[in-house]
Structures are given as structure tokens and as C-alpha cells.
């Protein structure tokens, strides 16, 4: 069964700083992946996605990740940090055609901004 | 576009009791799916409808049971309510149950079963 973990339940940062979310699969073949950020008392919003091709891909708010098929990682990122991306964040894995739209998520790690 | 709506936003249930969520899909997406969001098991798949049809459950009991109409719109329904039913409960809806699709995800309805 295909799995995700996000191994950083909490992260603060200081906002203008790096940000980095790390998020391990485990699936038997390449999986579709994606990233959704959920802000309190909301849905969940895509941040980014990938299919296949540049193992690089960018998303919205300045995000982005990087697809490494060795590591099993799938690992987002972004240069600098605001005060508005304090948020839940989750890392997803799709399947097949087979299982249609069906997604496993990670536990999430929650992002907080330090002024 | 109107992005996907989901009523009531709040629900309040007693034990034993029987709900029932509604999900508009945005317009002319005709793929629905369900999630169930609780501090300790996290984001669970409940099912996924597409044209009517129930294509894929989610390891939840038969409580949970769920339908999609002619227009796309869905309800999914939990009957006997236990005290472990209180979460979010998301709707996300998407062009067709295929993995290129992005699926976009309403703000969900808050369900307390006291």
C-alpha cells in the first residue's frame, strides 16, 4: 500500500527565511504528487503538482519542488518566507487511472512564521 | 467560476443520530471526491464519484455511504453517528478521475456529533 510521511510535524521559521517541507513515499511505481496548503478553518488549496517530466516544478506563492525518484522525496521549498504562509501544509500521493482521483496524505506539518 | 461549495459549513449531531453533507462541484466537473479530516487519523479518502457512479470507498464502514446526482452535485451520508465521526469533512471536485486532473477542494463542513 502506497504511504506518505512528512517527518516535521511543526517548523517555525523567521519570516524572510528559507523554508523547506520534507515528504518521503512509498509507492511501487512513479507516483503523481502534489502539495495543498490548508489555512485554519479552510479548505485545502494546490500548491503544486507533478506528473512526469522536469523533476523541478514550480507552483503558486513562490513555491516549489523537487521530485528525487532515488530518495522517494518529493521536498518543498521556498526562498523567503511571509508572515501569510503560516499554514498547514500536505504532501499527497496519487495512483493509477485505476484509483481514479484517490490521494494519500501525510500527516502535514504546520508552518510557523516568527516576525 | 465558483469554486466548490459544500453545506452546512457547521453541523451539531447527537449520538445515534443520522447526517447528511451536500458538495457542488465547480461547474463542469463531473468528478467527486470525499475526505475526512480528524486530528489523529489525519486525511482519509472516503469514496469518489464520477457520472453517478461510486468508483472507489475508502476503508470506512457502511455508515458512510455517499451519491452523486445528474448535475454532478453529491451528498454523502453517515448514519448512527458515533462520537468518532466529529471532523471536517472536504469535498473535492475535479474535471474526470484521471490522475492529470487537479482536484480542487471546497471548504468543508464541520461536523460535532456530541
Known amino acids: 500500500a502506497q504511504s506518505v510521511t512528512q517527518p516535521d510535524i511543526h517548523i517555525t521559521v523567521s519570516e524572510g527565511a528559507s523554508l523547506e517541507l520534507r515528504c518521503n513515499y512509498s509507492?511501487?511505481?512513479?507516483?503523481?504528487l502534489f502539495w495543498y496548503v490548508q489555512s485554519p478553518g479552510q479548505g485545502l488549496q494546490l500548491l503544486l503538482k507533478?506528473?512526469?517530466?522536469?523533476?523541478l516544478v514550480q507552483g503558486i506563492k513562490g513555491f516549489e519542488a523537487e521530485f528525487k525518484r532515488s530518495q522517494s522525496s518529493f521536498n518543498l521549498r521556498k526562498p523567503s518566507v511571509h508572515w501569510s504562509d503560516a499554514a498547514e501544509y500536505f504532501c499527497?500521493?496519487?495512483?493509477?487511472?485505476?484509483?481514479?482521483?484517490?490521494?494519500?496524505f501525510g500527516g502535514g506539518t504546520r508552518v510557523l512564521v516568527k516576525p | 467560476k465558483a469554486g466548490v461549495t459544500q453545506t452546512p459549513r457547521y453541523l451539531i449531531k447527537t449520538r445515534g443520530q443520522q447526517v447528511t453533507l451536500s458538495c457542488s462541484p465547480i461547474s463542469g466537473h463531473r468528478s467527486v471526491s470525499w475526505y475526512q479530516q480528524t486530528p489523529g487519523q489525519g486525511l482519509q479518502f472516503l469514496f469518489e464519484?464520477?457520472?453517478?457512479?461510486?468508483?472507489n470507498k475508502g476503508n470506512f464502514p457502511g455508515r458512510f455511504s455517499g451519491r452523486q446526482f445528474s448535475n454532478s452535485r453529491s451528498e454523502m451520508n453517515v448514519s448512527t453517528l458515533e462520537l468518532g465521526d466529529s471532523a471536517l469533512y472536504l469535498c473535492?471536485?475535479?474535471?474526470?478521475?484521471?490522475?492529470?486532473?487537479?482536484?480542487?477542494f471546497g471548504p468543508g463542513t464541520r461536523l460535532t456529533v456530541t
Open positions: 499527497a500521493v496519487g495512483r493509477g487511472k485505476a484509483a481514479g482521483n484517490k490521494l494519500t
Open positions: 464519484y464520477f457520472s453517478e457512479t461510486q468508483r
Open positions: 473535492a471536485s475535479s474535471l474526470a478521475p484521471d490522475r492529470e486532473y487537479e482536484q480542487y
Open positions: 509507492y511501487g511505481a512513479t507516483p503523481y
Open positions: 507533478y506528473f512526469s517530466g522536469d523533476t
